[in-house]
Nanobody
């Protein structure tokens, strides 16, 4: 059974930093592109970042480019998201998800971790 468990969320002031982790099991982590997606209060899912299985290429949404860094540790089957210079609009539930989602529903995502950016 595929399992993804996000952690590391919390309350942080604007301009602050957080590092999220996603521990995975039950599938071949090293052979999957991995993503972070988020959901702001009252809004739909938004793709945030991706790291490829081959080459470790990274891609970011324009809204987080230059502030967030996605990385992976294939030996630990773990995905990370380092978030710097956080803004209030970064508030939401952050999920990790494998592969790609044509319709943006990301059905195989984890349960998520809450990030709240507020003064």
């Amino acid at each position: 059974e595929m399992q993804l468990v996000e952690s590391g969320g919390g309350l942080v002031q604007p301009g602050g930093s957080l590092k999220l982790s996603c521990a995975t099991s039950g599938f071949s982590f090293r052979h999957n592109d991995m993503n972070w997606v988020r959901q702001a209060p009252g809004k739909g899912l938004e793709w945030v970042a991706r790291i490829t299985s081959v080459g470790g290429w990274t891609f970011y949404a324009d809204s987080v480019k230059g502030r967030f860094t996605i990385s992976r540790d294939n030996a630990k089957n773990t995905l990370y998201l380092e978030m710097n210079n956080l803004k209030t609009e970064d508030t939401g539930v952050y999920y990790c998800a494998p592969g790609h989602s044509q319709d943006g529903s990301w059905p195989n995502r984890g349960r998520g971790t809450q990030v709240t950016v507020s003064s």
